[in-house]
C-alpha cells in the first residue's frame, strides 16, 4: 500500500513559520511532481505550490516570496516552509504526488491534510 504521511502543521501567531513535512511511503517505483493544496473554512480547495521531479517548483501568487516548496528524492519527502505567516493561511494543507507504483500502477495520492492556524 503506497501512502503519504503529513507532519508539521499546528498553531502560530502571525509573522511566524512552520515547515510541513509529506513523506511518501509503500512500493514506490518512481514519483513525478509533488505538490501541497490549502483549503480554508468554507471555501474551495486551492494550489499552493508544486514541485517536479527535477526541482523545477512553481508557487501561487499568494504565498511568492513567503512559502517555499522542495524535495528530497532520495527520502521521497516534500517540504513546505512558510515564513511571514498570515491568518489568511489558515487552512488544512494536503499534500499530493504522482506516483507510480513497483507494479507500474500510477497513483494520484493525497495525504490526510494537517492543520495550520495562524492567529492575529
Known amino acids: 500500500q503506497v501512502q503519504l504521511v503529513e507532519s508539521g502543521g499546528g498553531l502560530v501567531q502571525a509573522g511566524g513559520s512552520l515547515r510541513l513535512s509529506c513523506t511518501a511511503s509503500?512500493?514506490?517505483?518512481?514519483?513525478?511532481?509533488m505538490g501541497w493544496y490549502r483549503q480554508a473554512p468554507g471555501k474551495q480547495r486551492e494550489l499552493v505550490a508544486v514541485?517536479?521531479?527535477?526541482?523545477?517548483?512553481n508557487h501561487a501568487d499568494s504565498v511568492k516570496g513567503r512559502f517555499t516548496i522542495s524535495r528530497d528524492n532520495a527520502k521521497n519527502t516534500v517540504y513546505l516552509q512558510m515564513n511571514s505567516l498570515k491568518p489568511e493561511d489558515t487552512a488544512v494543507y494536503y499534500c499530493?504526488?504522482?506516483?507510480?507504483?513497483?507494479?507500474?500502477?500510477?497513483?494520484?495520492?493525497w495525504g490526510q491534510g494537517t492543520l495550520v492556524t495562524v492567529s492575529s
Open positions: 499530493n504526488a504522482g506516483v507510480r507504483t513497483r507494479t507500474l500502477r500510477s497513483l494520484d495520492l
Open positions: 509503500g512500493s514506490i517505483y518512481s514519483i513525478n511532481a
Open positions: 514541485i517536479t521531479s527535477d526541482g523545477s517548483t
